[in-house]
């Protein structure tokens, strides 16, 4: 959209977000701690809605948001590893990273809304202002729908696997904690399927 956001606003979004919230997983603060580290870093980071046909995109969100706890996606793979994230990150420290922070409030929080770039904003009068649509709403619901969707059926496969091979080492311990995140998944996913209908 062709907006520049300084790296001190992002700095200073970062500071006053890591001691105003808290991550579903910790690591997301020290992620967001090696942002601060380097300008260039900061420069190749970008808070948006927008996360459409993006190489590299992060879902992180707070404990006070309903939102998938962390996803980084790079091309079409995705991980829910925060560390696997920080250290592709730093390995690439010339890559966009186009992140989506879930918090309360978010969409009226000033300091979020100077820091955020793409469809989610609208020039009016040389000032920056929110532009919140009842569609834009749905879509970013919709996507997390989908991303919660898809993550958890690569958990399910995930699991299936490492159940197989707890049964192969005849780990019961270790089945029976698998079996039970398993159909914890499953019933979860029933729930919402029976809510849906």
């Not at 580290?37 to 995109?57: A, G, M, P, Q, S």
């Not at 879902?59 to 250290?87: G, M, W």
């Not at 879930?102 to 770039?117: A, G, N, T, W």
Request: proline residues 3%; charged residues 30%.
């Amino acid at each position: 959209m062709g907006e520049a956001i300084t790296i001190s606003a992002k700095r200073e979004f970062i500071r006053w977000f890591l001691n105003n919230y808290q991550f579903k997983k910790n690591e997301g603060s020290w992620l967001f701690n090696y942002f601060l580290t380097d300008d260039r870093l900061l420069e190749k980071v970008h808070f948006t809605d927008d996360l459409y046909n993006r190489e590299k995109t992060m879902i992180i969100s707070t404990v006070c948001s309903h939102a998938t706890p962390f996803l980084y996606q790079k091309k079409s793979r995705l991980n829910y590893d925060v560390e696997e994230a920080f250290n592709d990150i730093k390995e690439n420290p010339n890559e966009d990273v186009y992140i989506n922070i879930f918090f309360k409030d978010r969409m009226s929080c000033p300091q979020y809304l100077i820091v955020l770039e793409g469809r989610g904003k609208t020039e009016r009068q040389g000032q920056t202002q929110p532009r919140v649509t009842q569609d834009n709403m749905a879509a970013s619901l919709m996507t997390e729908l989908v991303i919660d969707q898809l993550m958890r059926s690569n958990r399910l496969k995930e699991l299936t696997e490492q159940i197989d091979a707890a049964l192969v080492k005849r780990d019961k311990p270790l089945f029976m904690k698998l079996t039970e995140e398993w159909n914890e998944l499953r019933r979860w996913a029933g729930d919402l399927h029976e809510n849906n209908r």
